[in-house]
């Protein structure tokens, strides 16, 4: 099982970035999936998580991404996106994604079991 996650960038304050999360031979399509992310000195922290598409793809964010963050994923290609608008000095971290080994969890799952690469957001001021 390995999970990519991609898009990353250098972008000012304001911009905005989408970031993928892909898996290859494993399915995302029914199962939670989280994006974390974790500045250098810096515990990891989770941004948000969404629930598996049988379920009504319930989205949950940390408060400090609340309004400007959304998930959202596409089935087809088997992939989950987190929508990073507005950003700010603050969400400069790697992001990743993440998915648990069950199918059929919802938000947060019991663990997350597999861990995407990363990828680095930079926002500049």
């Known amino acids: 099982v390995q999970l990519q996650a991609s898009g990353g960038g250098l972008v000012q304050t304001g911009g905005s970035l989408r970031l993928s999360c892909t898996a290859s031979?494993?399915?995302?399509?029914?199962?939670?999936i989280g994006w974390f992310r974790r500045t250098p000195g810096k515990e990891r922290e989770g941004v948000s998580c969404i629930s598996h598409s049988n379920d009504d793809g319930s989205t949950y964010f940390v408060g400090a991404v609340k309004g400007r963050f959304t998930m959202s994923r596409d089935n087809a290609k088997n992939t989950v996106y987190l929508e990073m608008n507005s950003l700010k000095p603050e969400d400069t971290a790697v992001y990743y994604c993440?998915?648990?080994?069950?199918?059929?969890?919802?938000?947060?799952?019991?663990?997350?079991?597999?861990w995407g690469q990363g990828t680095l957001v930079t926002v500049s001021s």
């Open positions: 031979g494993f399915s995302l399509n029914h199962r939670a």
């Open positions: 993440a998915a648990p080994h069950a199918y059929g969890s919802g938000c947060p799952p019991i663990s997350y079991d597999y």
